[in-house]
Nanobody, 117 residues
Framework: VQLQASGGGLVQAGGSLRLSCAAS????????VGWFRQAPGKERKFVAA????????YYADSVEGRFTISRDNAKNTVYLQMNSMKPEDTAVYYC???????????WGQGTLVTVSS
């Protein structure tokens, strides 16, 4: 499966962005789909994930209550709605998918999110 991430950009603190992750080559069925992020000079970290079949969602503590992950079955796309953004959310965001979200089989290209203070 190929993953195409989009939606990054520059936003002021307190603002919102929505990232999209579209799949091609196969559907997300039976996969967990999620987002990771990597800030400059830091390791890549888990942000959020959704079980495509059940719709169950999972969040890192740092984004719980501010970010929402969702799916659109018809478009085979996963979204990450980011609200109340903070400068520390600045990072390259990657979508990923696989049988186990913490060890994804597939990665999309990153999309840069910059939050200005």
């Amino acid at each position: 499966v190929q993953l195409q991430a989009s939606g990054g950009g520059l936003v002021q603190a307190g603002g919102s962005l929505r990232l999209s992750c579209a799949a091609s080559g196969r559907t997300f069925s039976n996969y967990a789909v999620g987002w990771f992020r990597q800030a400059p000079g830091k390791e890549r970290k888990f942000v959020a994930a959704i079980n495509w079949n059940s719709g169950s969602t999972y969040y890192a503590d740092s984004v719980e209550g501010r970010f929402t992950i969702s799916r659109d079955n018809a478009k085979n796309t996963v979204y990450l709605q980011m609200n109340s953004m903070k400068p520390e959310d600045t990072a390259v965001y990657y979508c990923a998918a696989g049988g186990r979200i913490m060890a994804p089989d597939h990665w999309g290209q990153g999309t840069l999110v910059t939050v200005s203070s």
